[in-house]
């Protein structure tokens, strides 16, 4: 265990749903980010929060919105989203000292993520 | 752009080998990292090189680092089963601790007995 949780694990969702990816770090850590991990693609940065201010958004398409309510959750919230959406997502968190970001960054286990 | 490549994708060796994962990538960068990822898993991290010509090791695996070269290797040293899982190197974006990272394709490393 790394100290990052998500939930749920697995989720299945049709095109016209309305749904929450959440995501929780107990190490203390005040940057937070998001990824897609996609089949036969790189890891992909999608979301990074840094003292609960969005430093980067990695021209991703707006049917996602993340939410950082403190520096320990992160949400992604999902909307009318797209067969090709569907993916492993990661969330991660790391030290830092704002602006910059110093330290590695520990990932949770994921949300499998199903786009029917 | 940056780019980070690795070779190879696949690699699969006995155990008792040695082999080594590259990991290229096109402009400077400030750190990289080594990261694994089991099958069903999240990432693991592995190692942080922090400068040109670091070297780090831990059981079997070694990693270093060439600025110049913007080169990163990761030797396997006398292979075991355990050491089957998927590696990803990972570069910082932009110049300066941004946490914002590319990762390469990873390298899926198959040690068979």
């Known amino acids: 265990e790394t100290g990052v949780t998500q939930t749920p694990r697995h989720l299945v969702m049709g095109m016209t749903n309305k749904k929450s990816l959440k995501c929780e770090q107990h190490l203390g850590h005040n940057a937070m980010y998001w990824y897609k991990q996609s089949a036969k693609k790189p890891l992909e940065l999608m979301f990074v929060?840094?003292?609960?201010?969005?430093?980067e958004n990695n021209s991703v398409p707006s049917r996602f919105s993340p939410e950082c309510p403190n520096s320990s959750h992160l949400f992604l919230h999902l909307h009318t989203l797209q067969p090709e959406d569907s993916a492993l997502y990661l969330c991660?968190?790391?030290?830092?000292?704002?602006?910059?970001?110093?330290?590695?960054?520990?990932f949770g286990p994921g949300t499998r993520l199903t786009v029917l | 752009e940056l780019k980070v490549e690795q070779n190879p994708l696949f690699l699969s060796m006995q155990e008792g080998k040695n082999y080594t994962i590259y990991c290229n990538y096109s402009t400077t960068s400030d750190r990289l990292y080594w990261y694994r990822q089991d099958p069903g898993k999240s990432l693991e991290s592995l190692f942080v090189?922090?400068?040109?010509?670091a070297v780090k090791q831990e059981g079997r695996l070694m990693a270093s680092l060439d600025t110049k070269a913007r080169l990163s290797t990761l030797h396997i040293t006398a292979a075991v089963h355990d050491l089957s899982a998927t590696y990803f190197c990972a570069v910082d974006m932009l110049p300066g601790n941004t946490g914002k990272l590319i990762f390469g394709q990873g390298t899926t490393l198959q040690v068979k007995p």
């Open positions: 991660a968190s790391s030290q830092g000292d704002f602006p910059t970001v110093t330290d590695t960054q520990y």
């Open positions: 090189l922090l400068s040109n010509g």
């Open positions: 929060y840094n003292f609960k201010e969005q430093t």
